[in-house]
């Protein structure tokens, strides 16, 4: 079932970009870091720390993982430590975030930046910082910056031609060019109007734009504002993205969709320590086939 919905992917799905911004030609020419373990390593003052997040269990157990695989997935219940542990990994990194406050800034972040100087990382090749690090909950405040700066230079173009409407076409030009080339670029970047689009909508242009060959993307529940449709776009991206440009997924998901991801190596994180799952093994996966084949049993319990 989840090859036949990559396939089905590949056919109807995989996402075009419009004709002023054409998709990218990869052109890997080396061989791209890889991120292979992260480990718990603890120093004596974080052993047996009692408060958030060193006291979730998965996180005071956390060995190894092995996260050399091009997808890996983190799964597991509302507050099992996917999600965290999923955040004291980006800021370990040092990823560049999507949102309004950088990873090492962010007042949301303090614990689990303290917890993520004890994680101990292992790399093929240099260290990268070429990808991005994205909570869901993040892209609305990303797409409200835009939206901000667009206003602000479509406010400033206003501005130059008041300016400069005794002064030559010519002095005008070259005074709006700058401006106006940086206006260009980030609407061909993300549509004329991010904000204006459908959640969705915004999601996939941003993945669109922003993935890029031998990428490190740490993602945190992505499909929140996808439909089903939409998440399999998604998936159509990250397969070209590790196909052809060589580059790497870590993902907290609830999807069964997004978990789907053939070749994928998923953690459970619903008991501790955390353990490699099948697919079908999943809770998640199981409880979505059972509804789907008999919700009235479901309902009825209501």
């Not at 419009?18 to 991120?35: D, E, I, N, Y």
Request: with cysteine; aromatic share 8%.
């Amino acid at each position: 079932m989840a090859l036949a919905a990559i396939q089905l992917t590949e056919r109807e799905f995989t996402p075009r970009a419009p004709p002023s911004h054409p998709p990218p030609t990869f052109r890997v020419t080396q061989r791209a870091p890889r991120l292979l373990s992260v480990k718990y390593d603890p120093q004596p003052e974080a052993v047996g720390h009692p408060c958030f997040p060193f006291r979730i269990p998965t996180l005071q157990t956390l060995a190894t993982l092995d996260l050399s695989a091009s997808v890996t997935f983190f799964a597991g219940e509302n507050g099992s430590g996917k999600s965290t542990l999923l955040e004291a990994l980006a800021i370990a990194l040092n990823l560049p975030a999507v949102g309004e406050v950088p990873l090492d800034r962010d007042p949301t972040l303090v614990e689990q930046a303290a917890y993520s100087r004890q994680l101990k990382l292992t790399w093929q090749g240099a260290k990268t910082r070429r990808g991005f690090f994205l909570r869901a909950e993040d892209f609305f405040g990303f797409a409200k910056r835009l939206t901000s700066e667009r206003a602000a230079l479509q406010r400033e173009l206003v501005d130059i031609d008041i300016e400069y409407q005794r002064r030559s076409d010519h002095a005008r030009t070259l005074r709006r060019g700058p401006i106006a080339s940086s206006l260009h670029e980030m609407e061909v970047r993300y549509g004329a109007n991010l904000d204006a689009q459908s959640h969705g909508q915004g999601f996939l242009a941003l993945f669109a734009s922003r993935f890029v060959p031998q990428g490190l993307y740490v993602l945190d529940e992505p499909e929140a504002a996808l439909s089903p449709t939409s998440q399999l776009a998604l998936l159509a991206m990250i397969k070209q993205q590790v196909e052809e440009g060589g580059s790497q997924f870590i993902i907290a998901t609830h999807s069964p969709l997004i978990l789907a991801y053939p070749n994928a190596r998923i953690y459970s994180f619903d008991a501790s320590p955390i353990t490699s799952a099948a697919y079908d093994d999943l809770a998640h996966v199981r409880l979505t086939r059972a509804f789907l084949e008999n919700p009235e049993n479901f309902l009825r319990r209501l």
